[in-house]
């Protein structure tokens, strides 16, 4: 099993609507969750960091279940600026930091 | 804002040559590493380190090597180019026991031919 994996999609997805992506991780002793967007030819840029309480940022809000092993982000009132490449991130307890390979998302107008 | 630059956006290189690829950062941060991102692939860990002087091979450090004199600066050499180290790369900083994760550079689009 992969160390953390996602749905490479891509999701295609109309304007407005609210979109979910999930990532598992093997490591039961990861320590630390993120979510990196990153858009055509350009670098990951963190969106943000994942917490056991969840947490929310305006139209995004990422969870985390350390039980079944995932995260999750939820896009609400999708915009076609969110049409990018969103990549979960793992670390754990020894520094290492595990990038998925991401899932792609399309907002169609 | 944390600044990690990258020399190089594009670079050309042919088959044999040597390659330094430059990463600066003006935040004081302990870590370094490279990356190469290919489609289909993700991001790989090449090289990384803690701390000047230091350095610690990451998932697929053949056909490079890295150098670490000071603090700011960490650079990715490719001994000998070769066609499959056509790729992204992509250099990343944070601070020991970071919870707030990387900040990457711009990346350096190398096509070796």
């Known amino acids: 099993r992969k160390e953390v994996e996602q749905d490479p999609g891509p999701f295609n997805v109309p304007e407005g609507a609210t979109v979910a992506f999930n990532c598992t991780y093997s490591?039961?002793?990861?320590?630390?969750f993120f979510w990196y967007r990153q858009d055509c030819r350009k670098e990951p840029k963190l969106l943000m960091s994942v917490y056991s309480s969840g947490n929310e940022d305006g139209r995004f809000t990422a969870q985390l279940n350390r039980a079944s092993q995932y995260i999750s982000l939820l896009i609400r009132d999708s915009k076609l600026s969110d049409s990018a490449t969103y990549l979960c991130?793992?670390?754990?307890?020894?520094?290492?930091?595990?990038f998925g390979k991401g899932t792609r998302l399309h907002i169609l107008p | 804002d944390v600044k990690v630059t990258q020399s190089s956006r594009y670079l050309v290189k042919r088959t044999g040559e040597k390659v330094f690829l430059e990463c600066v950062q003006d935040?004081?941060?302990?870590?370094m590493f490279w990356y190469r991102q290919d489609p289909g692939l993700g991001l790989r860990l090449i090289y990384f380190?803690?701390?000047?002087?230091?350095?610690e091979k990451g998932d697929i450090p053949e056909g490079y090597s890295v150098s670490r004199e000071k603090k700011e600066r960490f650079s990715l050499i490719l001994e000998s180019a070769s066609t499959n180290q056509t790729s992204m790369y992509l250099c990343?900083?944070?601070?020991?026991?970071?919870?707030?994760?990387?900040?990457f550079g711009s990346g350096t689009r190398l096509t070796v031919v």
């Open positions: 990343a900083t944070t601070w020991t026991g970071d919870d707030y994760g990387y900040t």
């Open positions: 490591n039961s002793a990861s320590q630390s």
């Open positions: 380190s803690y701390d000047v002087k230091m350095k």
């Open positions: 991130v793992v670390t754990k307890r020894d520094d290492k930091i595990i």
């Open positions: 935040m004081d941060h302990e870590n």
